[in-house]
T-cell receptor, first 114, second 112 residues
């Protein structure tokens, strides 16, 4: 089945620790995205990538980093600089980053701080 | 700044009631409009979308939405809801860039 997978489903972070969230897609999509979902705030864009080896900051990139070394993979690292990381993180992809393309979402990773 | 407003944060309806969820956006140019739905325990998925043409758009599961350009609105409707429509609904706007702007979501609970 084609789709987007995210792992782990739940992730616990200790103070001062960096953690990495995985996102993989087998849809052959060029564009990939990371969103953060908080109650009452909808989805906010963290980073996006239009093509391999290229990515840009979204609206709330501070404290996060990404890489796009392979077309199918777009991992997100939550660094210790992110002071309020507890949230639900959604990865998405689309055929391209052109306006209006449907985005397909993964199941999400819930990050909790110990 | 571009934004999307969803007026109802929580809606509770009985089965067979009619549904209308409001969505307004602020952007003066050409837009593409979307409604996404997140059923409990499932991925966020596309319900319907508007690109151009007929402003009344039909989606999956009997949902429809009407784009009213003069009101900057894209309200979601369903004539008769079912218990299985219990979910969170997000309106989104895509403009001339890469970017989607999502509303804050509306949690719908349908009572059997």
């Amino acid at each position: 089945d084609g789709g987007i997978t995210q792992s782990p489903k739940y992730l616990f972070r200790k103070e001062g620790q960096n953690v990495t969230l995985s996102c993989e897609q087998n849809l052959n999509h060029d564009a990939m995205y990371w969103y953060r979902q908080d109650p009452g705030q909808g989805l906010r864009l963290i980073y996006y990538s239009q093509i391999v080896n290229d990515f840009q900051k979204g609206d709330i990139a501070e404290g996060y980093s990404v890489s796009r070394e392979k077309k199918e993979s777009f991992p997100l690292t939550v660094t210790s600089a992110q002071k309020n990381p507890t949230a639900f993180y959604l990865c998405a992809s689309s055929i391209s980053a052109v306006s209006g393309e449907t985005q397909y979402f993964g199941p999400g990773t819930r990050l909790l701080v110990l | 700044a571009q934004s999307v407003s969803q007026h109802n944060h929580h809606v509770i309806l009985s089965e067979a009631a009619s549904l209308e969820l409001g969505c307004n956006y602020s952007y003066g140019g050409t837009v593409n409009l979307f409604w996404y739905v997140q059923y409990p325990g499932q991925h966020l998925q596309l319900l319907l979308k508007y690109f151009s043409g007929d402003p009344l758009v039909k989606g999956i599961k009997g949902f429809e939405a009407e784009f009213i350009k003069s009101k900057f609105s894209f309200n979601l409707r369903k004539p008769s809801v079912q218990w299985s429509d219990t979910a969170e609904y997000f309106c989104a706007v895509s403009t001339g860039t890469y970017k989607y702007i999502f509303g804050t979501g509306t949690r719908l609970k349908v009572l059997a």
